[in-house]
């Protein structure tokens, strides 16, 4: 069975600040990705990261994806408080089309 | 257009009631999907169709039934819901291939259901 692992759950950062939420997975995947939500939203896709080594930006997040070590990252650079939502990874099953989501990462950037 | 729309945005039903959500997209997508999501958990797949067709149910009790009539249509009919099937009901879809591989999922705006 796929298991998927964030930390932290919770986050409560300063702006200006930089922070990395990790994202653990427990099988072979080549495909992870990264979404956001807002309260009472629905989930908006960040990245979509498909092969080992994978690195993507936008705006004040960066994304990896290290399939080896069956980890990815989310490093928020200078945050503001228009990050603060909840931060998911999801993991393709190699053999299905299914997604496996972590628990997911509360953030809040504070003024 | 990469949008998914569902409908209606909110739904109040009894425990006796039938209902429907509605999932749209143009995307062309061949896959499409339904996911429960508690308040400040993950979303929780339900179904997934492909190709018009059911393949994969997650177990899901059957007073959830989904309906796939068309590659742009996705329904969820619900009937004598339990209260803690209050949830947000958010439909997706993915371009899909044979063999089952998933690609990026679009999500739709979801459906707050409360069941009293």
């Known amino acids: 069975e796929l298991k998927v692992e964030q930390n932290p759950l919770f986050l409560s950062m300063q702006e200006g600040k930089n922070y990395t939420i990790y994202c653990n997975y427990s099988?072979?995947?080549?495909?992870l990705y990264w979404y956001r939500q807002d309260p009472g939203k629905s989930l908006e896709s960040l990245f979509v990261?498909?092969?080992?080594?994978a690195v993507k930006q936008e705006g004040r997040l960066m994304a990896s994806l290290d399939t080896k070590a069956r980890l990815s990252t989310l490093h928020i650079t200078a945050a503001v408080h228009d990050l603060s939502a909840t931060y998911f990874c999801?993991?393709?099953?190699?053999?299905?089309?299914?997604?496996?989501f972590g628990e997911g990462t509360q953030l809040t950037v504070n003024p | 257009d990469t949008e998914v729309t569902q409908t209606p945005k909110h739904l109040v039903m009894g425990m006796t009631n039938k209902k429907s959500l509605k999932c749209e997209q143009h995307?062309?997508?061949?896959?499409m999907y339904w996911y429960k999501q508690k308040a400040k958990k993950p979303p929780e797949l339900m179904f997934v169709?492909?190709?018009?067709?059911?393949?994969i149910n997650e177990s899901v009790p059957s007073r959830f039934s989904p309906e796939c009539p068309n590659s742009s249509l996705l329904n969820l009919h619900l009937h004598a819901l339990q209260p803690e099937d209050s949830a947000l009901y958010l439909c997706?879809?993915?371009?899909?291939?044979?063999?089952?591989?998933?690609?990026?999922?679009?999500f739709g705006p979801g459906t707050r259901l409360t069941v009293t």
């Open positions: 169709y492909s190709y018009e067709k059911l393949s």
């Open positions: 999801a993991v393709d099953k190699a053999s299905g089309s299914r997604l496996t």
């Open positions: 995307m062309g997508h061949r896959a």
């Open positions: 099988t072979t995947s080549d495909r």
């Open positions: 990261l498909l092969s080992n080594g």
């Open positions: 997706a879809s993915s371009q899909d291939v044979p063999g089952g591989r998933t690609y990026e999922q679009y």
